[in-house]
């Protein structure tokens, strides 16, 4: 079973920075790519940032400069460093990781969601 977990949200002025963090967890499993996405009230939800095994990775034209993801592999843990936050940035976070369980040869893919982190932009 796969496990995703969110941490890193919370208050900050704008202007201000946070790092979130989307770490996975379980047994026999290959992560191939893993995506922030967030969702502020009343909107839909949106792809903010996505990075893949390789370490390619793209960004939501409104947060490109502000926001940097990366990853650390030995970990499974895939960052969002997000700076000079302003109150549109409010959301919540969440997290989506897909790729496989391996078992000799055989991979069964997944797609994992966290159950987010709100982050609130305000003065």
């Known amino acids: 079973q796969v496990q995703v977990k969110e941490t890193g949200g919370g208050l900050v002025q704008p202007g201000g920075s946070l790092r979130l963090s989307c770490a996975t967890s379980?047994?026999?499993?290959?992560?191939?790519?893993t995506k922030w996405y967030r969702q502020a009230l009343g909107k839909q939800r949106e792809l903010v940032a996505a990075?893949?095994?390789?370490?390619?990775?793209n960004y939501l034209d409104s947060v490109k400069g502000r926001f940097t993801i990366s990853r650390d592999n030995g970990k499974d843990i895939v960052y969002l460093q997000m700076n000079n936050l302003t109150p549109e940035d409010t959301a919540v976070y969440s997290c989506?990781?897909?790729?496989?369980?391996?078992?000799?040869?055989?991979?069964?893919?997944?797609?994992?969601w966290g159950q987010g982190t709100q982050v609130t932009v305000t003065s």
């Open positions: 379980g047994s026999m499993i290959s992560v191939h790519v």
């Open positions: 989506n990781v897909e790729g496989a369980i391996v078992h000799g040869d055989i991979g069964t893919p997944f797609s994992s």
């Open positions: 990075i893949a095994y390789d370490s390619g990775f």
